[in-house]
């Protein structure tokens, strides 16, 4: 069974600094393309960015609204993904998502397919 | 970016009632469109990728259509289950974009 659980969301100043991890179980981790979402309260859903996956080495994409920021990253050897967030401003409350990626077949991108449950980040003075 | 604009933003429904919610993307899109149900509280879930393939599990009560600039998401023989907020989402290039959300509310 797919499992992907996020932990942690705090309370944090703006300016600060914040690192979400997210534990993968029941599958490969290393074959899936991974990304975060964020829905801001009372929102709708918002890309945060994407780690693809071991075939593609890992690499990365952002939304604008987070580049420069926020950095995604990967420990293989723990399943976990990270999201470490810096110079964090009060927009970026949220509660943020981990979401595999599953593809259909070779050369079609990744759709989401399987979500965590979320962790709340707060920016807040 | 490519903007993704859903229609109608709510709706009420009776139980049993079939129900259509429309995506339109800002450009030719081909078929890279997924959709999503979130419940009040809850994590979203993936129903549809690829504009009309059911994600496994998903019962074929929910179904998808269209490519290019347009989509829509049928429900039918709507149950108290279903009553959700629904979303749209484009994969095509980056960033990946959604629609603002259709609730779908009893009637």
């Known amino acids: 069974e797919v499992q992907l659980v996020e932990s942690g969301g705090d309370l944090v100043q703006p300016g600060g600094s914040l690192r979400l991890s997210c534990a993968a179980s029941g599958f490969t981790f290393s074959d899936h393309y991974m990304d975060w979402v964020r829905q801001a309260p009372g929102k709708g859903l918002e890309w945060v960015g994407r780690s693809r996956n071991k075939a593609n080495s890992y690499t990365t994409e952002y939304a604008a609204s987070v580049k420069g920021r926020f950095t995604i990253s990967r420990d293989v050897s723990k399943n976990s993904l990270y999201l470490q967030m810096n110079s964090l401003i009060s927009e970026d409350t949220a509660m943020y998502f981990c979401v595999r990626a599953d593809s259909p077949g070779s050369g079609y991108p990744p759709s989401f397919a399987y979500w965590g449950q979320g962790t709340l980040v707060t920016v807040s003075s | 970016d490519i903007q993704m604009t859903q229609s109608p933003s709510s709706l009420s429904a009776s139980i049993g009632d079939r129900v259509t919610i429309t995506c339109r993307a800002s450009?030719?899109?081909?078929?890279?469109l997924a959709w999503f149900q979130q419940k009040p509280g809850k994590a979203p879930k993936s129903l549809i990728y690829?504009?009309?393939s059911l994600q496994s599990g998903v019962p074929s009560k929910f179904s998808g259509s269209g490519s290019g600039t347009d989509f829509t998401l049928t429900i039918t023989s709507l149950q108290p289950e279903d009553f959700a907020t629904y979303y749209c989402?484009?994969?095509?290039?980056?960033?990946?974009?959604f629609g603002g959300g259709t609730k779908v509310e009893i009637k």
């Open positions: 450009q030719d899109i081909s078929n890279y």
């Open positions: 690829a504009a009309s």
């Open positions: 989402q484009h994969y095509k290039n980056y960033p990946l974009t």
